[in-house]
């Protein structure tokens, strides 16, 4: 069969040599004759889809707790422990990792029990210090507990990197903020702890993105009037709008407009109408920002909350 008889059929049929019913890694696609040209063509027409790092899947199997089990099992040894982002992915905190990193070049995370050491191109391995409470077990896989992943992403170099993995971990509902900031003493003297005394105690499991979660701890630099996530804000008995940060003292909020929900013609109208209800019936100064006011060296997000916040007060009175 040429690959290009394909083209008429919505799936792989029973005949082709690939696995369809679990997921297979490049070098056993070229073992059953599928070379690696040939995998890149089924990719990009559809016919399977990558899952991790040079670990495939037949396009129809749904993306579930079981199949992401199965992807690991091909690259991590029966003795590693899952750790940091990955670990929050399999858990179901899927924004630990950024949107396509888990099909990138960047390896798992894993570590090994003490003097051992993976050295396969696939896994980032190393040692840690790991209690028997650290570490659970998702479908056969040892991985660290919510409570440790999110310590261990909460110990990274960069506080917005920090913050956005620790609300996401404690947004899954496992563990609560007074036992993360609690068991911060136990990593005395590991690297960059200070990240992690710093950001803990600002956890929240509101914020539904990392961007809210950097954009809030921007908030919380700036010294100004304290931010809540998601405030819902009704008139006359009417939902009108929930709003990703705001201080319902002052009437202000800000949102963050990213360009994979916020970028449509469509959802830029109903952003629109939405805010301009809230605007002209409740009485809120309602600000929206982006990548550019947030990331990177040209970021404004300072000024604009400062000046949001002038402005909330002048219309307040």
Not at 77 to 92: K, R
Not at 220 to 231: D, I, S
């Amino acid at each position: 069969m040429h690959l290009t008889d394909l083209l008429d059929e919505p799936f792989l049929p029973p005949s082709f040599p690939l696995p369809l019913d679990r997921p297979f890694t490049r070098a056993m696609a070229r073992a059953e004759g599928v070379a690696g040209q040939d995998l890149t063509w089924l990719v990009r027409n559809g016919f399977v889809r990558r899952a991790l790092h040079n670990v495939y899947v037949a396009s129809h199997l749904p993306d579930t707790l079981g199949l992401r089990c199965d992807c690991l099992r091909l690259v991590v040894p029966e003795d590693a422990v899952v750790c940091d982002g990955h670990a929050g992915w399999l858990a179901g905190a899927t924004m630990t990792l950024a949107p396509g990193e888990h099909l990138e070049l960047r390896p798992v995370s894993v570590f090994l029990p003490p003097g051992r050491r993976l050295r396969n191109g696939l896994c980032d391995s190393g040692e840690r210090r790991l209690t028997p409470g650290d570490v659970t077990e998702i479908d056969g896989i040892q991985v660290t507990t919510p409570l440790r992943t999110a310590w261990d992403l909460g110990r990274s170099r960069w506080p917005d990197r920090a913050i956005a993995g620790i609300d996401q971990m404690l947004r899954l509902g496992r563990f609560e903020r007074q036992q993360l900031v609690e068991g911060v003493r136990r990593f005395r003297g590991m690297r960059w702890v200070t990240t992690l005394r710093a950001v803990a105690p600002l956890a929240d499991g509101r914020a539904e993105s990392p961007p809210e979660s950097v954009l809030r701890l921007r908030w919380l630099e700036a010294r100004l009037p304290a931010p809540t996530p998601q405030v819902e804000v009704w008139h006359d008995g009417r939902f009108l709008a929930r709003l990703d940060l705001a201080n319902e003292d002052l009437r202000f909020a800000v949102e963050y407009d990213g360009e994979e929900w916020h970028g449509s013609p469509e959802q830029l109208e109903h952003d629109r109408v939405r805010r301009e209800l809230v605007r002209d019936l409740a009485d809120w100064h309602v600000l929206a920002v982006g990548k550019k006011e947030l990331f990177g060296h040209t970021q404004s997000i300072d000024k604009v909350l400062r000046d949001g916040v002038t402005e909330a007060r002048r219309r307040r009175g």
